[in-house]
């Protein structure tokens, strides 16, 4: 690595054989032997390009080893682009090298010397520090080092500063420098200069700022006023050295080309004007004609909302489409990142292309750009956004594909992958039909568009439809005289034109009969595996037992079921037991021991069954029983013992209600008194949080808590009175079992009352019910399908409050719930939380307590949907891809979960058994 070697070249010359040298996937850290331990200070950065990262490198680590400081630098050229990338977080962006100093003296020499070694090399600006002086690479904040570590009541670590009045400061890398109230600005000559949002802005001498569109590392996009004419216009910022490359360039280089492109469009009135180019500060500005008009995902999202978009509307914006298209080809152009959100609809109809940054000629040699979802199979061969390679610009092929699936997203309002496919995994031809005519039921304006969709995304370019076909097509439907007739099929594979080349259309063969969507072998192949992969990914040498999800998410305790490893170990165990438990049994007892080492590390034991430590007890404690450890069940039953039965929150996902209901699950697997009792009081507890104003059982989560949901007062599983009132009904037939009439009582009036509240606020519709997203809102117009706050999740406990009294009123309602989640199945993502997972329990669970076949059907629709959703990961059919991970919420743990039980039976996960009436 030529990073690590430069740095430690410095350390061997510097005398500094004797510091340690940490390097990391990330960050290599390196620290003199007498290290001082700060909790938080001033801090410095050192910013770089790709290709000055070793000159600045080796210049700023011989200051920092001559005068003993502790420091980190990314650990290669690849890291450093990423830091400086167009999408890097605005408030982290450009950060190199961080320096630790010992104290404030310390500080100052060290930016002083830091700044004269790195002048006049290049790097971009970081926005959440202060920059040294003009031109400056070293810049500054105040901020945590060794850190402190705080857990909230969402069990998220934070970084937080306690200042010597005892106040404590969230530690936050925000775009624009904050300082601590307690905190004295290190130079005392100067006046502190702290973040300040001016009133007004004028760019170029002549654009005053209105507002920002959008925000992002390499700059916003600005709605403006040009104060010369007073019309409105749209300015574009490319910040200095934020994308750079090592071929020297960066994203003012593209915004140049840019101009350029829109320069030569001008004549085709297909693009927004160019007004002026101009620098300012280092930074470029083009500033361009505003094109009056709402985005085409805006556009079609709307009238999918309103479900108004009709037929000839669709295809008069298709035949717009494809006219924009040609326009553009004919002129010698490629506009490689064709999609709704490039192209504006004016209030006249017409379409107008509003983003040139990647358009090019086809041949021209650059660096792979594109947009994942809509981007051509050739396109993404060519590697990612993060390449550094120029490759050849795709062909007018690789547009065709992304109109076929800009096509797709407006007559559906569906992810755009379901028409391209997912990157890692090749189709074959007829797929994508397939899949069509599986879709088009729910989606009826699929139906006339799917033969011709089908023919544009195709993976063989010379294969694609072109333009001419695609035009002749859409006359054929627009029903103009004379126009061929279209068959309108989704399955259809052919017509019109038997290939690519042909712009006359020709009928094609009959489409035949779609696979059926559940396929047990498939659905076989994803339990297998997804489980082999849960083995071969566990890093138990990490801080986390699997990795991360590549999307961002916040830092939660690394034992939680949700997030963590005991959401995982619960699947394993689960997998483990169906099939004898050879094959899964060592990783099942690596998982648990892992685990079981860090039952008592964390800062404080929060009690939710989801992101606190009662779903770990359970996890560990099922595991433990399966592998007939009885020290680690011991201490799974200690770690319950020692969770708070009283909370901020009454909620199952953080709070009482899920630490009541491992409580009641180890107790009846146990017998051990003190569980029960530990549920009782939770319960207690429970119903003392209720608010019954309006006559409703509503379960707030109090204000004071120090937790994004403080205030949230929901129906939901998640949060709200679903949740709450499925652990009251166990509580009861628990209390109730015990021989404890009084409490049994109270839980129950609870729990009926939870139920009667669902059934007074359900909004039912043409058999569908919805509730509002927050309790006393307006019924959600999209409503969410998912577990944690829409109606699979109330569905949930409504069967049950059905099964324990009999009253087909919530069994109707539940009914109604799984209706409402399985009207858009192909909308939702795979998760268990928030996806279709979710969905499949409840239908698993009205399958179960109503012995409807339908039901069991409809769950395996879904394990079908879940199926086409699959990645493919080192030869491996998967159920959820890298942005996913393994954890249960949303990643693979929990998808598994669902198809082991739809697979082997049993009952639904993280539940105890319901009462049954008689």
Same mark, same amino acid.
């Given at each position: 690595?030529?990073?690590?070697?430069?740095?430690?070249?410095?350390?061997?010359?510097?005398?500094?054989?004797?510091?340690?040298?940490?390097?990391?996937?990330?960050?290599?850290?390196?620290?003199?032997?007498?290290?001082?331990?700060?909790?938080?200070?001033?801090?410095?950065?050192?910013?770089?390009?790709?290709?000055?990262?070793?000159?600045?490198?080796?210049?700023?680590?011989?200051?920092?080893?001559?005068?003993?400081?502790?420091?980190?630098?990314?650990?290669? /050229?690849?890291?450093?682009?990423?830091?400086?990338?167009?999408?890097? @977080?605005?408030?982290?962006?450009?950060?190199?090298?961080?320096?630790?100093?010992?104290?404030?003296?310390?500080?100052?020499?060290?930016?002083?010397?830091?700044?004269?070694?790195?002048?006049?090399?290049?790097?971009?600006? !970081?926005?959440? @520090?202060?920059?040294?002086?003009?031109?400056?690479?070293?810049?500054?904040?105040?901020?945590?080092?060794?850190?402190?570590?705080?857990?909230?009541?969402?069990?998220?670590?934070?970084?937080?500063?306690?200042?010597?009045?005892?106040?404590?400061?969230?530690?936050?890398?925000?775009?624009?420098?904050?300082?601590?109230?307690?905190?004295?600005?290190?130079?005392?000559?100067?006046?502190?200069?702290?973040?300040?949002?001016?009133?007004?802005?004028?760019?170029?001498?002549?654009?005053?700022?209105?507002?920002? !569109?959008?925000?992002?590392?390499?700059?916003?996009?600005?709605?403006?006023?040009?104060?010369?004419?007073?019309?409105?216009?749209?300015?574009?910022?490319?910040?200095?050295?934020?994308?750079?490359?090592?071929?020297?360039? @960066?994203?003012?280089?593209?915004?140049?080309?840019?101009?350029?492109? /829109?320069?030569?469009?001008?004549? /085709?009135?297909?693009?927004?004007?160019?007004?002026?180019?101009?620098?300012?500060?280092?930074?470029?500005?083009?500033?361009?004609?505003?094109?009056?008009?709402?985005?085409?995902?805006?556009?079609?999202?709307?009238?999918?909302?309103?479900?108004?978009?009709?037929?000839?509307?669709?295809?008069?914006?298709?035949?717009?489409?494809?006219?924009?298209?040609?326009?553009?080809?004919?002129?010698?152009?490629?506009? &490689?990142?064709?999609?709704?959100?490039?192209?504006?609809?004016?209030?006249?109809?017409?379409?107008?292309?509003?983003?040139?940054?990647?358009?090019?000629?086809?041949?021209?040699?650059? !660096?792979?750009?594109?947009?994942?979802?809509?981007?051509?199979?050739?396109?993404?061969?060519?590697?990612?956004?993060?390449?550094?390679?120029?490759?050849?610009?795709?062909?007018?092929?690789?547009?065709?594909?992304?109109? #076929?699936?800009?096509?797709?997203?407006?007559?559906?309002?569906?992810?755009?992958?379901?028409?391209?496919?997912?990157?890692?995994?090749?189709?074959?031809?007829?797929?994508?039909?397939?899949?069509?005519?599986?879709?088009?039921?729910?989606?009826?304006?699929?139906?006339?568009?799917?033969?011709? !969709?089908?023919?544009?995304?195709?993976?063989?370019?010379?294969?694609?439809?072109?333009?001419?076909?695609?035009?002749?097509?859409?006359?054929?439907?627009?029903?103009?005289?004379?126009?061929?007739?279209?068959?309108?099929?989704?399955?259809?594979?052919?017509?019109?034109?038997?290939?690519?080349?042909?712009?006359?259309?020709?009928?094609?063969? *009959?489409?035949?009969?779609?696979?059926?969507?559940?396929?047990? =072998?498939?659905?076989?192949?994803?339990?297998?595996?997804?489980?082999?992969?849960?083995?071969?990914?566990?890093?138990?040498?990490?801080?986390?037992?699997?990795?991360?999800?590549?999307?961002?998410?916040?830092?939660?305790?690394? &034992?939680?079921?949700?997030?963590?490893?005991?959401?995982?170990?619960?699947?394993?165990?689960?997998?483990?037991?169906?099939?004898?438990?050879?094959?899964?049994?060592?990783?099942?007892?690596?998982?648990?021991?892992?685990?079981?080492?860090?039952?008592?590390?964390?800062?404080?034991?929060?009690?939710?069954?989801?992101?606190?430590?009662? #779903?770990? *007890?359970?996890?560990?404690?099922?595991?433990?029983?399966?592998?007939?450890?009885?020290?680690?069940?011991?201490?799974?039953?200690?770690?319950?013992?020692?969770?708070?039965?009283?909370?901020?929150?009454? @909620?199952?996902?953080?709070?009482?209600?899920?630490?009541?209901? =491992?409580?009641?699950?180890?107790?009846?697997?146990?017998?051990?008194?003190?569980?029960?009792?530990?549920?009782?009081?939770?319960?207690?507890?429970?119903? *003392?949080?209720?608010?019954?104003?309006?006559?409703?059982?509503?379960?707030?989560?109090?204000?004071?808590?120090?937790?994004?949901?403080?205030?949230?007062?929901?129906?939901?599983? =998640?949060?709200?009175?679903? #949740?709450?009132?499925?652990?009251?009904?166990?509580?009861?037939?628990?209390?109730?079992?015990?021989?404890?009439?009084?409490?049994?009582?109270?839980?129950?009036?609870?729990?009926?009352?939870?139920?009667?509240?669902?059934?007074?606020?359900?909004?039912?519709?043409?058999? &569908?019910?919805?509730?509002?997203?927050?309790?006393?809102?307006?019924?959600?117009?999209?409503?969410?399908?998912?577990?944690?706050?829409?109606?699979?999740?109330?569905?949930?406990?409504?069967?049950?409050?059905?099964?324990?009294?009999?009253?087909?009123?919530? *069994?109707?309602?539940?009914?109604?719930?799984?209706?409402?989640?399985?009207?858009?199945?192909?909308?939702?993502?795979?998760?268990? &939380?928030?996806?279709?997972?979710?969905?499949?329990?409840?239908?698993?669970?009205?399958?179960?307590?109503?012995?409807?076949?339908?039901?069991?059907?409809? =769950?395996?629709?879904?394990?079908?949907?879940?199926?086409?959703?699959?990645?493919?990961?080192?030869?491996?059919?998967?159920?959820?891809?890298?942005?996913?991970?393994?954890?249960?919420?949303?990643?693979?743990?929990?998808?598994?979960?669902?198809?082991?039980?739809?697979?082997?039976?049993?009952?639904?996960?993280?539940?105890?058994?319901?009462?049954?009436?008689?």
């Amino acid at each position: 690595m030529l990073l690590l070697d430069v740095a430690r070249a410095v350390l061997d010359r510097g005398g500094g054989q004797r510091w340690a040298f940490q390097p990391g996937d990330a960050w290599c850290f390196v620290r003199p032997p007498a290290t001082v331990r700060r909790a938080h200070g001033w801090k410095l950065h050192v910013s770089a390009t790709p290709l000055a990262a070793p000159v600045v490198l080796a210049r700023s680590a011989e200051v920092l080893v001559r005068h003993g400081a502790s420091f980190k630098f990314a650990t290669d /050229l690849a890291r450093v682009a990423r830091l400086g990338s167009i999408w890097s @977080d605005r408030g982290s962006g450009g950060k190199f090298i961080t320096v630790y100093p010992r104290d404030d003296d310390h500080f100052r020499m060290l930016a002083s010397e830091l700044d004269a070694a790195t002048a006049g090399l290049p790097g971009p600006r !970081i926005l959440s @520090d202060v920059q040294l002086g003009p031109g400056s690479l070293v810049y500054f904040r105040y901020g945590e080092f060794s850190g402190e570590r705080f857990l909230t009541d969402d069990g998220v670590f934070e970084h937080r500063m306690t200042g010597p009045d005892g106040s404590v400061v969230k530690d936050e890398r925000k775009p624009g420098f904050v300082l601590p109230p307690w905190a004295v600005y290190p130079f005392p000559e100067e006046p502190a200069r702290t973040a300040a949002v001016p009133a007004s802005v004028l760019l170029g001498g002549r654009f005053r700022v209105l507002r920002a !569109i959008r925000h992002a590392n390499k700059g916003g996009v600005y709605r403006a006023v040009d104060e010369r004419t007073g019309s409105e216009v749209v300015v574009k910022h490319a910040r200095a050295h934020v994308g750079a490359r090592l071929d020297g360039t @960066d994203v003012r280089d593209r915004l140049r080309n840019e101009a350029r492109v /829109l320069e030569r469009l001008a004549p /085709l009135a297909v693009s927004p004007a160019v007004l002026d180019l101009f620098d300012e500060q280092g930074d470029l500005f083009l500033a361009e004609e505003l094109v009056p008009g709402t985005p085409l995902n805006l556009w079609q999202a709307e009238r999918a909302r309103q479900a108004n978009l009709t037929r000839p509307e669709a295809v008069a914006m298709a035949r717009g489409l494809v006219v924009l298209l040609r326009t553009l080809h004919q002129a010698g152009f490629v506009v &490689c990142d064709f999609k709704p959100h490039n192209v504006v609809v004016t209030p006249g109809g017409e379409v107008r292309l509003i983003d040139t940054e990647y358009v090019a000629e086809p041949g021209q040699e650059r !660096i792979p750009a594109y947009t994942v979802g809509y981007a051509a199979p050739e396109a993404r061969a060519a590697g990612g956004p993060d390449a550094s390679r120029p490759v050849p610009v795709p062909g007018p092929a690789a547009d065709r594909f992304s109109l #076929g699936v800009t096509l797709f997203c407006l007559v559906t309002d569906l992810d755009p992958r379901w028409a391209a496919g997912r990157p890692d995994v090749v189709r074959p031809r007829e797929d994508p039909a397939r899949l069509f005519s599986l879709i088009a039921p729910s989606h009826p304006l699929l139906e006339p568009f799917g033969e011709l !969709i089908t023919g544009l995304v195709r993976g063989d370019p010379e294969d694609r439809w072109t333009l001419g076909q695609a035009e002749e097509y859409l006359l054929g439907l627009s029903g103009a005289p004379g126009a061929p007739k279209t068959s309108g099929t989704p399955g259809a594979s052919g017509a019109p034109g038997t290939s690519g080349t042909s712009g006359k259309a020709k009928a094609g063969p *009959a489409p035949t009969a779609a696979a059926p969507l559940y396929r047990a =072998a498939a659905v076989e192949r994803l339990l297998a595996d997804g489980l082999l992969h849960l083995r071969r990914s566990m890093t138990p040498y990490r801080d986390t037992l699997w990795p991360r999800p590549e999307r961002r998410v916040p830092q939660t305790d690394p &034992c939680n079921t949700w997030n963590g490893a005991g959401g995982v170990l619960a699947t394993l165990t689960r997998a483990a037991r169906a099939d004898g438990g050879d094959s899964l049994h060592d990783t099942v007892a690596a998982a648990a021991a892992w685990i079981d080492e860090r039952l008592f590390t964390v800062p404080r034991l929060l009690p939710g069954l989801c992101f606190g430590r009662s #779903g770990t *007890a359970w996890a560990l404690y099922d595991a433990a029983r399966f592998l007939g450890d009885t020290k680690t069940a011991d201490r799974a039953v200690e770690l319950a013992g020692r969770l708070p039965v009283r909370w901020h929150s009454p @909620d199952f996902t953080h709070g009482l209600a899920g630490a009541g209901t =491992a409580h009641l699950h180890l107790w009846h697997l146990t017998g051990d008194e003190a569980l029960l009792d530990a549920a009782l009081a939770c319960g207690d507890a429970v119903l *003392a949080a209720a608010d019954r104003g309006d006559g409703q059982w509503i379960w707030p989560t109090s204000r004071a808590t120090d937790s994004e949901l403080a205030g949230t007062r929901s129906y939901g599983f =998640a949060h709200g009175t679903a #949740g709450v009132g499925t652990f009251l009904l166990s509580a009861a037939h628990a209390a109730q079992t015990r021989g404890l009439p009084e409490p049994a009582s109270r839980f129950r009036e609870a729990a009926l009352g939870a139920g009667a509240t669902l059934v007074e606020t359900a909004h039912a519709e043409r058999g &569908c019910a919805t509730w509002p997203a927050r309790a006393g809102g307006e019924p959600q117009l999209r409503p969410a399908t998912q577990w944690c706050n829409g109606p699979a999740g109330i569905g949930t406990f409504l069967i049950r409050l059905w099964a324990a009294t009999g009253e087909e009123r919530f *069994a109707e309602l539940a009914e109604q719930a799984a209706a409402t989640a399985m009207s858009d199945p192909w909308r939702a993502g795979p998760g268990a &939380c928030c996806g279709n997972a979710g969905t499949g329990h409840l239908l698993l669970d009205l399958a179960e307590f109503r012995g409807a076949r339908r039901h069991r059907a409809r =769950a395996e629709e879904i394990a079908g949907i879940i199926d086409a959703q699959h990645s493919v990961q080192d030869g491996l059919r998967l159920t959820a891809d890298r942005a996913g991970g393994c954890e249960y919420a949303n990643g693979a743990a929990g998808i598994l979960d669902f198809l082991l039980r739809l697979r082997y039976g049993g009952p639904r996960p993280w539940t105890v058994p319901t009462p049954l009436r008689g």
